[in-house]
């Protein structure tokens, strides 16, 4: 029945000239040049805090915002298509969904940009009420645009979530099949003896949190809309500050646990060792799936007014939110490398370099999110720093490794592309330890103009900047190449 | 869901859902604290949602249109609007109108679990977890002015 | 520059050595796939390792979460003792400034009570040297409580430290702090 469905399904794709690898080109592509982008507006921010370039403080704040919000929405389509692309193996997905979703992630960023570089709006990626209303700089419809394309991202993930969460109980029974619990207990065991597979298993957990971090933004960007139509809509600024870091933490988080669920997929066929599910991988995604909502709280350390409980629990949380990372998916990342007959190819360096990211880039969020150390380091350029590390230095890296692969690889890399590699890694390496001196020699984030050595440092990024976007440009040519001399047959490692 | 020995259960979901759309209006039963108010409202959003569900898996269906899944979500955010406690304090003073509004709720809910349910079979719980999501985080503070300094 | 001194040197040292831990595991594994071997070998030990790994992460996290319950900044954590003589200071921080004394004694428990008239704000004390000492946001309709007191007198900046709009980075005063007349 379902089979039925799905060749109709397929066939009115393949009409429209949509096959399911089409759309996830699509999607890679609309995203690569997005984050090509917005690196460079990065590189210009930079510029602007050192002493190369000057921009007035508005435009500034502005590109900031652009890029912080770009960003986030461009790593959750980017992301989303490789892990789709692969679960795809696993479910029976539906194309137009995909496509729909993707569509509606670019809208929105399309209307995000209209809002920013038309109307100047520019209160930060966060929009911490009630900055988006109290000395604005900009006129009233480029807020109301800007959550409307905040809007239109979050119906773009919940779609995706909701697609794939029908998907896995289609296909797995139940939700709790899909994070394989029927390992721990007997009586949801299948007469097929069918066990999801752990990138099934992070796909129910996205899709799970996904769902309910849509639905928190939904409340948020209503209560905004609310104000943006009527100055009387009441608001509680604590409760909208412990809104927007739960919609804001939660949903660039999930990247994280979406870029697992495509690395559990992609390993193996470089490492040509097989990635089983086990108990361990649903009690460790099911403490995910519990933990990692409950972690915003480190956002608000100095908020000194949020209740006790919340604060030690948002610590206690993002510390065992840690464990299943550490303890089984990176642990298990390199388990399948060491010794493994791997195939070093520019896809396979970029996830294990991507593994390495999100470590380090971890081990600084644990030391912020400690309470005690968060108050040397809360809004300093330690943020940016440690987010950096597992964003850029993590998700972006899994997407090129991602993108690497769909392009399909068969050969070592060549001397262009080994050069390409390095270049970039010299450029990102140095670029975030300047971020982290800057960190911990205090200089705030998210300002124009810094105090020393924020423009020093600032100075040396740049040139990193350059460096490292030099070698990405390589490595997407290089890519770009593969591509066109393997058309419709990636996949191969 | 809609085997015998759930029966009872919904039963008594409607015997819930009853009271809670009548009563509070009916008797006149002042308003209750917001948080508790907005989650009385996800109570009808929850149970009309179960109900929809219930009413999908009489007869077992086929995947159903994507479109099922947009209307899901834009059903979500309907109940939310309804939520918007500027409409409860304008509501609320008139009875019928107040219970119009609970109706409102149970409706809404019921379609959304239907939309959810139609899309795929047991795809209905999505719909319970974003109600259940927007009950918690509305409860917590959505409309309600600050404490004060 | 400013000195790396204080919590920032306990992070900083903290940071570099999980670092080059993790680089150093990295590059051995990478460097292990010279030598190829069937997985069924490495994985019964691997399991061994993980488990080993798992019980002293756990515990290392309950250590930390325990060690960190007594130091936290907030005013429930401070002993009521140290509470009582603190001198009280209200800050209103606005677009794009704050209102507050100039001068304060050094050696004396001080209560900041922290609040907003606009958007939120930080406040952030940076030490004579720039080192960063303490923060506390500055929200409306809130007052947060800070207990602070300034070691060793000075020229301290306040800098605001929440992103508030086109002034953000130009919203920093001094704050002179004079030796304390009996010294504590
Ligand atoms: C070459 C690449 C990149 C460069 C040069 C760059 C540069 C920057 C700079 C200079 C800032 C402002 C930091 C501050 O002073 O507060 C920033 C902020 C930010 N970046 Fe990047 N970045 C890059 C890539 C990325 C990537 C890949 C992501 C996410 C996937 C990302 C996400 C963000 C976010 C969320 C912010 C915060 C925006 C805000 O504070 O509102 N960046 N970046
Ligand atoms: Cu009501
Ligand atoms: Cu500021």
């Known amino acids: 029945m379902l089979a039925r469905q799905l060749e109709r399904t397929e066939f009115h794709a393949e009409d429209a000239g949509l096959s399911p690898r089409r ?26 805090q050192g002493n190369l370039l000057h921009l007035a403080p508005e435009t500034f704040y502005a590109l900031l915002t652009l890029h912080g919000a770009g960003m986030i929405a461009t790593v959750v389509l980017l ?43 520019a209160p930060g990626w966060t ?30 993930f919940a779609i995706y979530c909701l697609d794939i969460l029908a998907g896995i109980v289609r296909e797995y029974g139940s939700l709790l099949n899909g994070l394989a619990l029927d390992t721990l207990i007997p009586r949801l065991r299948r007469a097929d003896g069918k066990v999801a597979p752990p990138t099934v298993i992070a796909a129910t957990m996205v899709a799970i949190d996904g769902i309910l ?11 905004l809309l609310g104000r943006w139509a009527s100055p009387n809509f009441p608001i509680d600024p604590l409760w909208i500050k412990n809104l927007t870091y739960f919609f804001g933490h939660t949903i660039a988080n999930l990247t994280i646990y979406v870029s697992a669920g495509v690395i559990y997929a992609v390993l193996p066929h470089y490492t040509q060792r097989p990635w089983h599910t086990n108990k361990i991988y649903a009690i460790s995604w099911t403490t995910s799936l519990i933990f990692v909502p409950w972690a915003w709280p480190h956002h608000l350390y100095m908020d000194f007014v949020q209740a006790p409980w919340l604060q030690l629990f948002g610590e206690g949380s993002t510390y065992i939110a840690s464990i299943p990372a550490t303890v089984v998916t990176i642990f298990g990342a390199l388990l399948l490398v060491y010794r493994s007959p791997m195939r070093w190819r520019i896809g396979s360096t970029m996830f294990v370099a991507g ?17 005690p150390f968060n108050d040397v380091l809360h809004n300093t350029l330690w943020v940016p720093a440690h987010f950096h590390t597992y964003l850029l230095g993590g998700v972006f890296l899994f997407v090129l490794g991602f993108a690497s692969h769909f392009a399909g690889e068969r050969a070592a890399p060549g001397r262009f592309a080994k050069t390409a590699e390095w270049l970039f890694f010299v450029g990102l390496g140095g670029f975030l330890l300047t971020f982290y001196a800057g960190g911990i020699e205090g200089v705030p984030r998210r300002e124009a103009v810094q105090p020393a050595p924020g423009p020093f440092l600032a100075d040396i990024a740049t040139g990193f900047v350059v460096i490292l976007l030099v070698g990405l440009t390589g490595v997407l040519l290089e890519t770009l190449w593969r591509a066109r001399h393997s058309a419709g047959q990636g996949g191969e490692a | 869901m809609m085997t015998r020995r759930n029966v009872p259960w919904l039963g008594l979901l409607v015997v819930a859902m009853a009271a809670d759309i009548l009563v509070p209006a009916a008797l006149g039963i002042g308003d209750p604290p917001l948080g508790l108010h907005h989650l009385e409202h996800a109570f009808l959003l929850f149970g009309g949602g179960v109900l929809g569900i219930a009413y999908v898996r009489r007869s077992p269906r086929e995947w159903g249109d994507p479109l099922w899944l947009f209307a899901t979500i834009l059903l979500g955010a309907a109940g939310l609007v ?30 959304g679990g239907y939309a959810a349910e139609r899309y795929s079979p047991r795809s209905g719980i999505a719909w319970l977890l974003m109600v259940v999501m927007t009950g918690a985080l509305t409860a917590t503070g959505f409309g309600a002015p600050p404490p004060g300094v | 520059m400013v000195p790396l001194e204080g919590k920032q040197l306990v992070i900083f040292v903290l940071w570099v050595a999980l670092t080059a831990i993790v680089i150093g595991v990295f590059w051995w594994v990478m460097r292990s796939t010279r030598r190829p071997d069937a997985y069924d070998a490495v994985s019964k030990g691997g399991y061994r390792l993980r488990k080993s790994w798992a019980w002293f992460y756990g515990t290392l996290l309950i250590a930390a979460f325990a060690a960190t319950l007594w130091t936290v900044p907030y005013a429930w954590a401070q002993p009521a003792a140290a509470k009582r003589p603190a001198m009280v200071v209200t800050v209103r921080a606005r677009q794009f400034s704050f209102s507050m004394p100039s001068r304060l004694p050094a050696g004396r428990q001080i209560e900041f009570r922290v609040t907003s008239d606009d958007v939120n704000h930080g406040f952030g004390i940076y030490s004579p040297q720039g080192v960063l000492v303490a923060q506390v946001q500055a929200m409306p309709d809130y007052t947060n409580v800070m207990y602070f007191t300034f070691s060793a007198p000075g020229t301290y900046t306040i800098r605001c430290l929440e992103f508030c709009g086109v002034g953000h980075s130009d919203m920093h005063q001094t704050l002179t702090v004079y030796p304390a007349k009996g010294s504590v």
């Open chain 1, 127 to 156: 929009f911490l009420y009630p900055l988006p209303f109290v000395g604005a700089t900009w006129p009233a419809w480029a807020t109301g645009l800007f959550f409307f394309g905040v809007l239109f991202v979050g119906i773009g």
């Open chain 1, 23 to 48: 759309v996830v080109g699509i999607g890679l592509v609309i995203g690569l040049i997005t984050i090509y982008g917005l690196a460079m507006v990065g590189g210009i921010m930079k510029a602007a």
């Open chain 2, 82 to 111: 309804l939520m918007v406690p500027e409409l409860y304090s304008r509501v609320d003073a008139y009875p019928v109108l107040h219970t119009l509004l609970h109706v409102g709720f149970a409706v809404v809910g019921y379609f």
């Open chain 1, 213 to 223: 971090t849509v639905s928190a933004g939904t409340i948020l960007v209503i209560a």
């Open chain 1, 79 to 121: 992301t989303g298509v490789a892990h789709w692309y692969f679960l795809r193996e696993h479910l029976t997905l539906r194309v137009e969904v995909l496509l729909f979703a993707v569509a509606a992630i670019v809208w929105g960023l399309l209307a995000a940009a209209v809002a920013v570089l038309v109307g100047g709006f």
């Open chain 1, 355 to 371: 593994l390495l990211g999100w470590l380090i880039g971890g081990a600084a969020a644990m030391l912020d999110a400690t309470i």
